[in-house]
């Protein structure tokens, strides 16, 4: 039995050798040392619910191989205009009444434009006002636009390193991995908590997966919230027919992700209506401690959320209180 006492606190100086050896080890041992660091820092009853609504879908310039919005691929999904303040703000008024306690805004861009940030600048002071966190995905982003976010209020942004550096060019050709770290130093200069993952299941080795991992938990700080995604194949995406990957492999990424960045939320993100239930219990016991509910926010009863809540209750998992 390891001695739970000298177990990783907070580091930001992970090697690439220890990273691989936490992937090797026994997955009994390795998902034991993950559940000691988690009750360190939380209580492993608590998953935190947030919700996700898409402010302006399809038709981006960027080439993500795994993205069915991406205007690169035929997939069936139509550009769509950034929705309007009131809509976006009937929806939080929805989330809120839910029970959400942060709401995410996520719109298809390469990087906003000057009009668009400012109306999006103007939804996160409606969302705030209405007593909600704030959170937003938009692509790469100058000092200055991180900054006027952070005056409108903004909270959260995601902004995700993908994959590996490695393996970065393989997945996407029209930004760097360079871009990327960019983006999120001009977060963290703007005052902005970060939510940074990746994805995997996209043909990535374990040492990518590896890498992935040394680059999220080797940042200056690390992010308040790591999803760790599994790609969900789109068909008319150049990934699509990627070799599954092992559910043991997804667990032990979520385990090593809840290791290396131990005060972190560990995201439970895309991929998990394809994933069994036993699947995604067992990434609860490897430290995963939040879960999107629900890619979309709809009016009408959510079957997805409903089954979130039966699994969270059949587990005795509570949300958690932002
Ligand atoms: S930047 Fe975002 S929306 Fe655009 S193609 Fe990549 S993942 Fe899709």
């Given at each position: 039995m390891p001695d739970t006492a000298s177990l990783p606190v907070l580091r930001h100086d992970w090697t690439r050798a220890e990273v691989a050896a936490l992937f090797e080890l026994p997955?009994?041992?390795?998902?034991?040392?993950?559940?000691?660091?988690?009750?360190?820092?939380?209580?492993?009853?608590?998953v935190q619910l947030s919700t996700l609504l898409s402010i302006k879908t399809g038709g981006c310039a960027e080439d993500c191989g795994y993205c069915p919005q991406s205007a690169h691929y035929d997939t069936g999904i139509e550009a769509s205009k950034l929705m309007s303040r009131d809509a976006v703000l009937e929806a939080a008024r929805e989330a809120k009444e839910g029970g959400a306690g942060r709401f995410c805004m996520g719109a298809a861009w390469r990087s906003p434009k000057t009009r668009d940030l400012d109306e999006?600048?103007?939804?996160?002071?409606?969302?705030?006002?209405?007593?909600?966190?704030s959170c937003a995905t938009l692509g790469m982003l100058t000092p200055e636009q991180a900054r006027q976010l952070k005056?409108?209020?903004?909270?959260?942004?995601?902004?995700?390193?993908?994959?590996?550096?490695?393996?970065?060019?393989?997945?996407?050709?029209?930004?760097?991995?360079?871009?990327?770290?960019?983006?999120?130093?001009?977060?963290?200069?703007?005052?902005?908590?970060?939510?940074?993952?990746?994805?995997?299941?996209?043909g990535e080795t374990r040492d990518d997966r590896v890498g992935m991992i040394l680059a999220l938990a080797t940042l200056p700080a690390h992010?308040?919230?790591?999803?760790?995604?599994?790609?969900?194949?789109?068909?008319?995406?150049?990934?699509?027919?990627?070799?599954?990957?092992?559910?043991?492999?997804?667990?032990?990424t979520i385990a090593v992700a809840r290791i290396t960045m131990p005060a972190s939320m560990v995201r439970l993100s895309a991929g998990r209506e394809g994933m069994s239930d036993e699947t995604q219990a067992l990434c609860f016991l490897a430290g995963a401690n939040s879960i999107f509910c629900g890619e979309r926010l709809l009016t009408t009863p959510n079957p997805e959320r409903d089954r979130d809540r039966a699994?969270?209750?059949?587990?005795?998992?509570?949300?958690?209180?932002?």
């Open positions: 997955f009994p041992e390795l998902l034991f040392q993950a559940q000691c660091v988690h009750r360190r820092h939380f209580d492993p009853r608590q999006v600048c103007a939804m996160i002071e409606g969302v705030k006002a209405l007593g909600l966190e005056a409108a209020g903004l909270d959260y942004y995601n902004h995700n390193l993908d994959t590996s550096p490695e393996y970065y060019e393989r997945i996407i050709t029209t930004r760097t991995f360079r871009d990327r770290l960019d983006t999120l130093a001009n977060l963290r200069a703007a005052g902005i908590s970060l939510c940074c993952g990746g994805i995997v299941g996209m992010p308040e919230s790591v999803p760790i995604n599994l790609l969900v194949q789109v068909e008319g995406t150049p990934l699509n027919g990627s070799a599954a990957l092992d559910p043991f492999e997804f667990v032990r699994l969270m209750d059949r587990l005795g998992l509570v949300p958690m209180q932002d």
